[in-house]
Every structure is written in C-alpha cells, then in structure tokens.
C-alpha cells in the first residue's frame, strides 16, 4: 500500500465532496416532479420527455468530458461543471414551460455527464495514490448525498416551502462546496500516479503491442451496455417512483419521496461496504446477484403491488445496482492507449442510453394503461445485469490493488 501523505487524505475527502455536491444537487428536485409536472399542466408522457432532455443533453455535451479533462485537468473540470451545476438547479425549478423545461434539464444532464466523468477520473487519480480500492466509497458518498438531498425536497415539498427558494438555498451550497474542494484536489497530469505511464508501459497490452482497436471498442460497448441497465433501474426510482406511489397507491407527499431514498440508501449501503464484497466475490458475481435482486425485488413489488413493498422493492434494486457502474468506470479507465478520462467518457456516455430512453417509454405506457405496468422496465433491467455481467473483473482481478 502507498505512502499516505495529508495532501493525499485531504484530496480523498474534497473528491467526496464533489460526490455529495453531485447527489445531493439534483435530487432535490426529484420529490418535487409531481408540483413542477401540476404547475405546467404536463401529461406524464410530456414529463417523461421533459426527463428525457436531461440523458440526451449528456449524451450529446458529455463526449467533451475527456478533451476538457486533457486541456484544463480533471480537478478543474469537474468543480466548475459542479458549480455551474448549482446555479442552473434554479432554473428547472423557475421554468415557465415545457421548452424551457426541458431546455434547463438539457443544460442540466449536460453539466452532470462532464462533471461525473471528471470527479471520477480524479478519484481513480486519488485511487492509484491510496493503492487499494476506494472508488465504491466515492459513489457512496454520492448516494449519501442523493439520499439526504431526497430527504430534503421530499421535506421541503411537504412543508409547502417555495421551490424557487429551496432550489436556490440548495444551488448556492452545491456551488461553494465545489470551488473550495478544488482547492484540496491533486495538482499534476492526469496520469501521474498510473504504474509505467513514463516508459509507456500503459499503451499495451501483457505482449507488449498496443490492444486492436476493435477490441477495445467491443469491450467499452459490453461495460456500456451493463451501466445502462443499471443506470435505468436508478432512473426509475428517480423519475417515476413518487408519481407511482402518491398516483396510483395513495401514498402522500412526503411518502411519495420515499421510493427515490429507498432506492438511494440501500445503494449507499452497498457501495459503501462494496470495497470489501468485490475483493471477496468480485465485480462480475456481485454484479450478477445484483442483477437477481432487482429481478426478484421489483418483480415482486410489481406483482403485489403496496406501499411498504414497493418502497422496499426499490431499495432491493438499489442495492442490487451499488457496484455495477464504478466496476464499469475502473475497468474502462484501465484500458490501454487512451486519452486521459476517454474511457470513463465512452462508458458514460453509453450508459446514459439507460437515462435517455426509459422516462419517455414509461411515460407513454404510464398513459396507455398504467405507472405499474411501465416499471416492468426495472426488473427486465435486472435480467440484463444478471445475463451481461460477465464482463467484468473476476474474483482475482477485483482484489488486486487498484
């Protein structure tokens, strides 16, 4: 294990601020769907599109992740998209219509990819100087936030609290947090801390030849293809999880929130204890019994359909997610010949597929025949994890120090 100086724990803990900071921001909008979706007189397949603005706006903007992190550094790059991230909040929430609404979500999923690629590039940065696994801890700190940020809006929407105001309290904070973190971050080129990144040792392969590009290709597309599903299962809580509740179970408006932080804490319970399970299991098998638990989970509260089951069903997927993305995240960062931040900025924006389509197919479901029947998504996302998990790291691999 590497030497640890104060520079480094004090560059661990101000990476995990950007990780709340990225939870924490948007989710408190999430509890208030149902008032922004009242208050334009949007039917759930126009709020399903609305939704939808914020993964295209990530697909299409998040490609510049790498080419930022290469020009300005992943530290830099991260706390502004955060920053910006804060201040644009205001805007979803003050949006006079539907174009602009989904013109502030565009702006937002914009921000969010960048921001999500740069923050983890500098936590495997902080990663490889801890010499040991530590990037699920990140993301657990990421689910902390988008836990207590759920919380937050849920309490703020049963209050009667003004959003415009509670979205500017919370924008403001997310926006200092971020620029003081840079402060603490790693200086350096993004590869300093990577082993043979001097003789060019990590441009190849064990043989020594540099990987086909087609192989590289095919295995971003297979880490793309498992995050997305994970990433739909996570939307699902996000954008549909209080309207089912409060709409079609009766549930209230504080209630209503709880299927977001259900699903939010039990997959900060999992990323947080997933350090040690990969090193025991590894990424592939945890990934695949997650896959089963979301399966069996929201399959089940889908089936008999309550309030306590489908909260719980929610948290069942949460945890059944916590290590698939950041599995994906290291494993395409590890990948030879690349620019700094390019692999997690393919993988990112492969997954975002699982943020782009989901909100509108429910949606449109959601006003043919019901919320209940769009969430069969969930667990038919849980089969996909469960049958394409095999991409990732075995047993031996996981527990080596990364």
Not at 123 to 139: A, D, E, K, T
Not at 228 to 235: G, I, K, L, R, T
Not at 310 to 335: R, S
């Amino acid at each position: 294990m590497a030497e640890l100086t104060g520079a480094v724990i004090r560059a661990r803990v101000a990476v995990a601020a950007l990780f709340f900071g990225n939870g924490f921001v948007f989710a408190n909008v999430v509890p208030r769907y149902p008032e922004i979706k009242a208050a334009l007189d949007l039917s759930n397949a126009q709020l399903g599109t609305a939704i939808a603005a914020m993964p295209l706006g990530a697909i299409i903007v998040g490609l510049l992740a790498s080419p930022l992190i290469k020009r300005f550094g992943s530290a830099r790059t991260s706390t502004i998209a955060l920053a910006l991230m804060g201040v644009n909040v205001v805007f979803i929430g003050t949006a006079p219509g539907f174009g602009l609404l989904c013109a502030a979500l565009f702006v937002a999923g914009s921000l969010d990819a960048v921001t999500d690629v740069a923050m983890n590039a500098h936590g495997l940065r902080v990663q490889r100087r801890y010499g040991r696994s530590i990037l699920n801890s990140f993301h657990g700190v990421w689910s902390i936030g988008a836990v207590l940020g759920g919380f937050a809006g849920a309490g703020a929407a049963q209050a009667g609290l003004s959003l415009t105001a509670h979205l500017v309290v919370t924008g403001a904070l997310t926006a200092a947090a971020a620029l003081v973190a840079l402060r603490y971050l790693l200086p350096g080129p993004e590869d300093a801390e990577r082993a043979g990144a001097a003789d060019g040792e990590a441009e190849r392969d064990g043989h020594g030849a540099r990987r086909p590009v087609l192989r590289v290709a095919g295995f971003l597309a297979l880490l793309g293809l498992v995050s997305a599903a994970a990433a739909s299962v996570e939307d699902a809580g996000a954008s549909w999880g209080s309207l089912y509740l409060r709409d079609e179970l009766g549930a209230n408006a504080f209630v209503g929130g709880l299927a977001f932080a259900s699903l939010q804490g039990a997959q900060t319970v999992g990323r947080l204890l997933g350090d040690r399970v990969v090193r025991r299991l590894g990424d592939r098998l945890t990934a695949r019994l997650g896959g089963a638990l979301v399966l069996a989970g929201m399959g089940a509260a889908l089936l008999w359909p309550s309030v306590p089951g489908t909260v719980a069903g929610f948290g069942l997927a949460g945890l059944g997610i916590a290590t698939v993305i950041p599995a994906a995240f290291h494993a395409a960062d590890e990948l030879p010949g690349l620019w700094p931040g390019a692999g997690i900025t393919v993988t990112a924006f492969l997954l975002r597929i699982g943020f782009l389509l989901p909100p509108p197919l429910v949606g449109l479901v959601a006003d043919a025949e019901s919320i209940r029947l769009g969430l069969v998504a969930v667990p038919l996302a849980g089969l996909v994890i469960l049958l394409t998990a095999g991409v990732l790291e075995g047993r031996a691999a996981s527990a080596a120090p990364r």
